[in-house]
């Protein structure tokens, strides 16, 4: 992990807050940063949604959230289908949102995937991200979630 | 206004002013003209009014005469003394005038009161006056025995007068009616004169006005068409340039133009008028901001000329934190260009210049990282080649622990402020940890990041508000960290591959112990030293170290390595404001070269008692209580009422220095806390002794039975 600097992080964290912010008219807040290091794990929850970015930097952005929190999400959206499916919608709807920050972050020459969302275990993160990945624990309500930033800088 | 600007002021109304001026000289013409012609109708008026009298008053004379012979006749003496009288005047006004109307001379008018009468201008006037006084001069002579009212005139002169007047009266008459005649022609001749010179002066006025209209509609049109194109112009600049452009004024006001991109690159909402510094203030740090209000007044001030204090500017890719409309904090690095607009010789804006430098300070700080990986690799490489490995190694050890401590402590999250502060406390003290450990190895580059890290993070300690570290200010300590990892993973893989190469020749002995089979002295012993002499270089002061400290190295492990930590510090301390320069010494009667002593000394029982001492200028109660105060710290009340000691015993507080100014090597008020810390990590205590001008010593005793 090298080269990223807190603006490129922020961008991430900016697109989780405005989605948030425009749903639900509430900031996300960020309550913890650290490294996936030294056994200090990526922080994982029920639902995970990701998207893979090319080009400049390469790697994987995750956005990782209780089922409650998303369920709570919904239930502010007043939509009333908070089924399996449609929680991980949510998720990836959240993704595809930091896909569309990190386009206009770092350029169109930046080829990003369509975001991929999947129930996860505990400690799915940990056992796919590499060393030195960013994580941020964002909370909103009482609810923590985890971004996490694992992405190289290409040489 | 110069002369260049009076000059383009006459140039650009050239044409107007040409006109005025020549409205001017013609209704001036016109004027003296209508001024001349009304007093020469005047004129004509009394020489018409006077000619008209003369024909009268050839007509009286004649009916005089035969009134005063039929008078006469009839034996009326009072008719011919009153006809005689009559004749008189009659004549003496005709004569007068006649000679006026020759020579030009003052007559009696028609209202009784004396007039000039000009001279006949005229040809036909002058022959006609010459006629006249042809019949007029025999006709004087034969009047003048009956005039001065002589009653005692001849009958026969009488007779003869009467004959002369019937004879020529009508002569008279015709040739005092041409006169008037010819007078009124000259008369109505000027009238004509004057109305052409009217009409003239008129239509010279109306062209004259029609051109200045014409010339200043056009010169006003083309005023306002050259305006709107630098208008537009000035738009073009202003919403196309990429940096924020805008005027201040002396109250240090935004003008009422500025560039499109100055509200993005602020990020907030422009208003012509706003005031400039409280959005400054709200970007940037509180002392960049007091620099920078300064720096403002300077260029807004006369006295200092602009190029000498452009290289003062702190505004120069200065990192700042903005809030954007979604409510999230966006850190950039802008710099602000400050140019003095002098007007008549005044200052009377400041044209700033903002530019999003974000980019090109990431740029700088990239091929910073990049140099500094091959100067950690370059320093490991010379720390190995001076068969320093155990050291190294060790330093490798302890860092990669503190930095896991670090990366823990950011991962435990709390909402409390408290909390928060004290988390960043923590880590500044480990961060000075390593670079104390960092600096006896003389790895800068692990000494220098630290030193920049401890700057950032003691500049979020002074600015964080009241909910303690921001989200965006955690986030950044882990970007921190992260330049961390980068800079020891490198110097750690060299240190092992390089260690795997000389594994044969570099026997894995540690180096107290081949110091002790050597009879070298211990590497700590040398290396604290060496710190010593550096510091001490670098601050332009000279000392001497002595270590009695063998007994340390018969102590766990643990202790040693928590001593050497706290050593580091209380020698970066000692010689940063303990010890003072030479020239200080001398003047207060010491040796120029202070002295620094470091000892371990068994006390008994399993106690022990680490010293570190030196004999500079001792802790000043007095200058602690004015920086104190200073920083907000303590109240003035507060500072007074304390003892020497009780304001002493606050140097172990973090954010607390007694250092009169912040270096590399202390005055950030982070060691001392960072002592206390590891003090209490082997259960010791610290005792801390000084005396001013003298010397300084900090006592830790400690035991190793538990």
Known sequence: MSNLNESDIQSFIDAVSSFFFQVTQEKVGIRAAYLVEGGIPATTFDLTSYITLSGAFTGRVYFSAPRVMVAHLLLTMQEPDRGDERLLDAVGEIANTISGNARKHFGETMQISVPVTQAT??????????????????????????????????? | MDTTSKQSVFSRYRKIIFAVILFMVADSVVIGINFYNTYKADESAVSINL??????????????????????EANDEAGVVRNLEELDLTVRLFDTTLKGFREGDTVTGGDGNPTFLVQVDTDESRQIVKDAYAIWTPYLELLRPLLGNNRNFSPHALEAAVGYAQANNLKVLKLMNDLTTDLEVVANRRA????????????????????????SIRDLMAGDRKLSEARQETREILSTVHEGLFLLNKSKKLGTQFSESLPILLLRDIEPGMDFMPILEEMVSKDMYESAVDYIELLLGERVKESLVTSLNPLIDVPVSMIDKFGNTQNRFLSFFFNRVVVDGTVSHVLVTVQDTTEKVLLAQQVEEAKNKAKVEVEALLRLASSDFGSLRQFIDNTGQSLSQINEKLSQSSESSRDRLHTLNYIMRLVHGIKGEAAVLGIDAIEGYSHACEQEMIGMRENCSQDGLSGEQVLRIAVLLEGFYERYSTLANIVSRLGEALGTSAPNVPDEVRARHTGQAHPFVTHITNLAQRIASDHGKKVEVSCEVEKLFSLPQRIVQELQSVSIQLVRNALSHGI???????????????????????????????????????????????????????????ASAMSDEEIARLIFQPGVSSAAAADRDAGHGIGLDAVMEKVKGINGHMQVRSRPDTFTEFHIQFSTTG
């Open chain 2, 51 to 72: 000619s008209g009298r003369q024909r009268m008053l050839s007509q009286r004379m004649t009916k005089v005469l035969l009134l005063t012979q039929r008078s006469l």
């Open chain 1, 121 to 155: 275990e505990h400690d799915w993160l940990n056992s796919v991200v590499s060393p030195r990945s960013y994580v941020i624990l964002v909370k909103w309500k009482q609810y923590r979630a985890s971004v996490v930033v694992d992405i190289q800088h290409t040489d």
């Open chain 2, 580 to 638: 003072e320069t030479p020239d200080e010494r001398i003047s207060r009667k010491k040796p120029a070269t202070g002295a620094l002593c470091l000892w371990c000394k068994y006390l008994g029982n399993g106690q022990y008692d680490f010293t570190v001492r030196d004999d500079g200028r001792g802790i000043l109660p007095e200058r602690l209580r004015a920086h104190l105060v200073k920083s907000g710290r303590l109240s003035m009340t507060e």
């Open chain 2, 192 to 215: 004509s004169t004057l109305r052409i010179v009217l009409v003239i002066g008129i239509v010279v006025a109306f062209v004259n006005f029609s051109y200045t209209v014409v010339i």
